[in-house]
């Protein structure tokens, strides 16, 4: 196999040209065998095979620095830097990460797990390259959905006026452009990239500067060919920044990329090839079903169908259910996602109610505040996202949503931790700064009935910005007999004894039922409520609780700090309530890739984990 020949960076360079096809088809197989085990982002990768060989074969890594937006389409380069082997642990716990990171090996250059990033760090990398006085290539490779982020027009703005080159690879594989647009622009990029001709342009440009009005007389050329690229090239907005554009280029044809890249190099500034692809190349589900396949579990091979259905809704089914029987009852309740229609459960909304549907791209300051538009307008907006995302729009909550007390409704999907995506997606953080904020109300609920309700709740009855925070996975169904109304502020007592107070949030109710069940076999009384407001906090229910119990344990899958656990702590404080509180959560570290399970009894999240800490405490108080 020649695959097996690549074993350390830099290897294809030793493979033979006409073996490269073979190995970009290795590849594919190979990704496609080991994600249908381990799942991940398959339809990404799959795309970009071709491009990323055509990288490697002109740079030398890891002196060369490529930077991947987002990053879960990096596998290749992965593979092509030696790390084949440990695929087989991908986005495990102590495995391969599926994103690029630095601490795995240096030809990772800028951990990545977001969108639209990639220039703004491949700039600053390039200018230190510059004031350090080196001279290797940087280069950002990053998607067309990338560019509906703000930040890349930002680092573009920024880029145009570099004077030494970064390359910037738009990976497009979305966009459809016809044949003759294609073999036009095909032809102009040839020429432009050929070094007669860019000698020659540059000449002239020398000529006209050094004879009268020779700058007046470049302007009015470069006006001229300017205005005939705008209406021939797709890549006359970049030029117009002042970016060399060259474009499109197959991105399946290793020869021609490898070319146009070597070219790229050698350009004065900033400069964007503009690659062609297709999600899923060369399986057909995938190509089929580019989505289901972003990032996908375990799958058989031969149907592409999940290799274990699904037993039972998930929080996002849960969510997708609700919102479909609010948009009928109330007409001026609107869905938006900043990209992830089916991630959040929205896709059904969508089809349903589609005038009421924005999908805004991947731009979660732009959702938020575009939110608070709608509810100025007199809409009931909700904004579905996942936890990670939404800390990229923090300052237009705090700013847009909550200065003006607006009725919009944040649906945070991902909240806690959500497994092999690893430290770029846990949703570890939201509870800390969320409730930092004045205005807003931040919920959690307990089971599926409570989401459902808290989502009704928000909708009907809040009249400013409410967060509703739920976890990934399956939704949990216990504890079906207790469903007390939602009333803003009000926790809900489960179990009423004494000793032992149990104080938890969200996903950790289920957690404490069970710690609960072994305490109980010990002979303690332990008391269990469900604190579904994070924010407020129930004032009177949490005092009664300090001066009836020995101990006040708080449960939440968040940081400790700033979490759920500090505010009851300040609230006690200055309530003059002495009572001992253990608070249990997550430490203060980003939290690796590997199943949730894993990662929770990692953690000491876990139920047998929080019990021995109770016991402990316990013992250390009353011996």
């Given at each position: 196999m020649v695959l097996e020949k690549i074993n350390q960076p830099n290897d294809i360079k030793k493979i033979p040209r006409e073996e490269l096809p073979v190995l970009a088809q290795e590849i594919r197989s190979f990704l496609i065998e080991k994600l249908s085990v381990t799942g991940g982002h398959l339809a990404s990768n799959l795309g970009v095979i071709?491009?990323?060989?055509?990288?490697?074969?002109?740079?030398?890594?890891?002196?060369?620095?490529?930077?991947w937006d987002v990053g879960h389409q990096s596998y290749t380069h992965k593979i092509l830097t030696g790390r084949r082997e440990g695929f087989d642990s991908l986005r495990k716990l102590g495995g391969l990460s599926g994103f690029p990171k630095r601490e795995e090996s240096a030809c990772d250059v800028f951990d990545t797990g977001h969108s639209s990033t990639s220039i703004s760090a491949a700039l600053g990398i390039a200018q230190a390259r510059d004031l350090a006085g080196d001279d290797y290539t940087v280069a950002a490779v990053i998607g067309d959905g990338s560019f509906t982020g703000g930040m890349v027009y930002e680092a573009l703005n920024n880029a145009s006026r570099m004077e030494t080159n970064l390359i910037i690879i738009l990976n497009d594989n979305g966009m459809s452009i016809s044949e003759n647009v294609g073999g036009l622009s095909s032809y102009?990029?040839?020429?432009?990239?050929?070094?007669?001709?860019?000698?020659?342009?540059?000449?002239?440009?020398?000529?006209?500067?050094?004879?009268?009005?020779?700058?007046?007389?470049?302007?009015?050329?470069?006006?001229?060919?300017?205005?005939?690229?705008?209406?021939?090239?797709?890549?006359s907005f970049f030029e117009q920044l002042g970016i060399t554009y060259f474009g499109p280029i197959d991105g399946y044809?290793?020869?021609?990329?490898?070319?146009?890249?070597?070219?790229?190099?050698?350009?004065?500034?900033?400069?964007?090839?503009?690659?062609?692809?297709?999600?899923?190349?060369?399986?057909?589900?995938?190509?089929?079903?580019?989505?289901?396949?972003?990032?996908?579990g375990p799958f058989e091979i031969e149907t592409g169908l999940p290799a274990k259905k699904k037993e039972k809704a998930d929080w996002s089914d849960i969510f997708s259910t609700v919102m479909c029987k609010e948009g009928k009852r109330t007409p001026n309740l609107c869905a938006v996602t900043a990209a992830m229609p089916d991630g959040t459960g929205l896709k059904r909304f969508s089809?349903?109610?589609?005038?009421?549907?924005?999908?805004?791209?991947?731009?979660?300051?732009?959702?938020?505040?575009?939110?608070?538009?709608?509810?100025?307008?007199?809409?009931?907006?909700?904004?579905?996202?996942y936890s990670s995302f939404l800390q990229r729009a923090f300052d237009q909550i705090v700013h847009d949503v909550c200065l003006q007390n607006l009725h919009v409704v944040f649906a945070i999907d991902r909240g806690g931790l959500v497994g092999a995506d690893g430290e770029t997606h846990q949703g570890i953080f939201d509870l800390s700064y969320l409730t930092m904020i004045p205005n807003i109300c931040v919920l959690a609920p307990k089971n599926k009935w409570e989401l459902a309700d808290m989502l009704k709740w928000?909708?009907?009855?809040?009249?400013?910005?409410?967060?509703?925070?739920?976890?990934?996975?399956?939704?949990?169904?216990?504890?079906?007999?207790?469903?007390?109304?939602?009333?803003?502020?009000?926790?809900?007592?489960?179990?009423?004894?004494?000793?032992?107070?149990?104080?938890?949030?969200?996903?950790?109710?289920?957690?404490?039922?069970?710690?609960?069940?072994?305490?109980?076999?010990?002979?303690?009384?332990?008391?269990?409520?469900?604190?579904?407001?994070?924010?407020?906090?129930?004032?009177?229910?949490?005092?009664?609780?300090?001066?009836?119990?020995?101990?006040?344990?708080?449960?939440?899958?968040?940081?400790?700090?700033?979490?759920?656990?500090?505010?009851?702590?300040?609230?006690?404080?200055?309530?003059g309530e002495g009572v001992p509180v253990e608070r249990i959560a997550l430490p203060d570290a980003y939290i690796e890739a590997g199943s949730v399970d894993l990662l929770k009894k990692e953690t000491a999240l876990d139920v047998e984990s929080v019990y021995k800490r109770i016991r402990t405490r316990m013992i250390g108080l009353f011996g």
């Open positions: 071709e491009m990323t060989m055509a990288l490697h074969l002109i740079l030398t890594f890891p002196g060369d620095k490529v930077v102009l990029s040839t020429l432009r990239t050929n070094d007669a001709y860019t000698s020659l342009k540059r000449a002239a440009e020398d000529v006209l500067r050094h004879s009268g009005g020779g700058e007046a007389a470049i302007r009015r050329i470069r006006g001229m060919k300017n205005n005939l690229k705008s209406m021939l090239i797709p890549g044809n290793i020869d021609r990329m490898v070319t146009v890249f070597q070219n790229a190099r050698k350009v004065r500034g900033a400069v964007v090839v503009h690659v062609l692809t297709k999600k899923g190349r060369g399986y057909s589900p995938a190509e089929r079903m580019p989505a289901r396949f972003h990032g996908t089809g349903k109610y589609p005038d009421r549907f924005f999908d805004v791209g991947i731009a979660e300051e732009h959702a938020v505040t575009f939110s608070a538009g709608l509810a100025v307008g007199g809409m009931i907006p909700v904004f579905a996202v928000a909708v009907r009855k809040a009249d400013g910005p409410v967060a509703i925070r739920y976890p990934r996975g399956s939704a949990y169904d216990g504890l079906a007999e207790f469903r007390a109304p939602v009333r803003y502020g009000k926790w809900e007592i489960l179990y009423d004894e004494s000793d032992i107070c149990l104080l938890a949030v969200g996903s950790m109710v289920e957690t404490a039922l069970n710690v609960r069940t072994l305490l109980k076999k010990e002979g303690a009384n332990c008391s269990l409520i469900n604190c579904r407001f994070i924010k407020p906090l129930d004032g009177e229910v949490l005092r009664k609780a300090a001066q009836e119990h020995d101990l006040l344990v708080t449960l939440e899958e968040n940081v400790e700090n700033g979490g759920f656990g500090s505010q009851v702590l300040a609230y006690l404080n200055d309530c």
